[in-house]
């Protein structure tokens, strides 16, 4: 899947014009070192379970091979030019044949210099329906205009991601934990066919 955007638009610290393009992530596409180190970076320092502590990105390299390989995981990338400025990961919970699928939203990040632009917003937006088509594609019990269950767990202190996961996970707070010492909660929405989460932007 890819999605062009080249529209100016207008933001609340300054006018940016963003030409970010955004991608479903292959094998091959991470055959690239050059791209796989921008995801990994952006990995490492947004999740520091995977910083080796020497800024190396031997472990969110294989963090990411890992769930390239996974029929149950699905990846897009944002880019800007060629550069990686951001990516998404979402991923099949419970078992792949539910009848109504929960799919997480496993991760998402934007590399330190691109954020405030709602990259976020927008790779949630147009991944999210390709990632359910994907990660359904081989359950037979899944009619597709039956709803699908979107979570995501988040730091609760996490402020800038709690704003976005508001707008899009409107069920509202559906579980809470305490994971290596932080205290997490789980965001939920119910979304029916055909999948989108699609907002008028401000
Ligand atoms: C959290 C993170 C992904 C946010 O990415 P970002 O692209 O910088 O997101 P932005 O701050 O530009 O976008 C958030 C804004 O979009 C807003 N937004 C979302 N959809 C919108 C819409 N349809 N209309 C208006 N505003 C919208 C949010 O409320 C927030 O806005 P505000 O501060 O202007 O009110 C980024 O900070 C990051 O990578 N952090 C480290 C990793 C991380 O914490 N990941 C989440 C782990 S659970």
Redesign the pocket.
């Known amino acids: 899947m890819v999605v062009e955007d080249t529209t100016t638009k207008t933001h609340?610290r300054s006018t940016v014009s963003i030409p970010t393009h955004i991608t479903g992530a292959s094998s091959a596409m991470l055959d690239d070192p050059k791209t796989l180190e921008e995801i990994a970076s952006i990995n490492m320092l947004?999740f520091s379970g995977n910083n080796a502590g020497d800024n190396n990105t031997r472990f969110a390299k294989m963090q990411i091979r890992s769930n390239l390989s996974s029929p149950d995981y699905r990846y897009y990338i944002a880019f800007r030019e060629k550069e990686v400025v951001g990516y998404i990961g979402w991923k099949v919970l419970g078992g792949f044949a539910r009848e109504h699928p929960v799919i997480e939203l496993d991760q998402?990040?934007?590399s330190e210099k691109a954020?405030?632009?709602?990259?976020?917003?927008r790779l949630i937006e147009e991944t999210v329906q390709d990632a359910v088509f994907a990660l359904t594609a081989t359950n037979p019990r899944f009619q597709h205009d039956s709803p699908v269950h979107l979570v995501v767990w988040?730091y609760a202190d996490?402020d800038?991601?709690n704003?976005?996961y508001d707008?899009y996970f409107t069920d509202g707070v559906n579980g809470s934990r305490n994971q290596y010492g932080n205290d997490e909660v789980m965001k939920s929405r119910t979304l029916e066919a055909p999948y989108s989460l699609k907002?008028?932007?401000?």
């Open positions: 609340r947004a998402i990040a934007i954020r405030g632009n709602r990259i976020a917003p988040t996490n800038s991601a704003k976005i707008y907002k008028p932007h401000e």
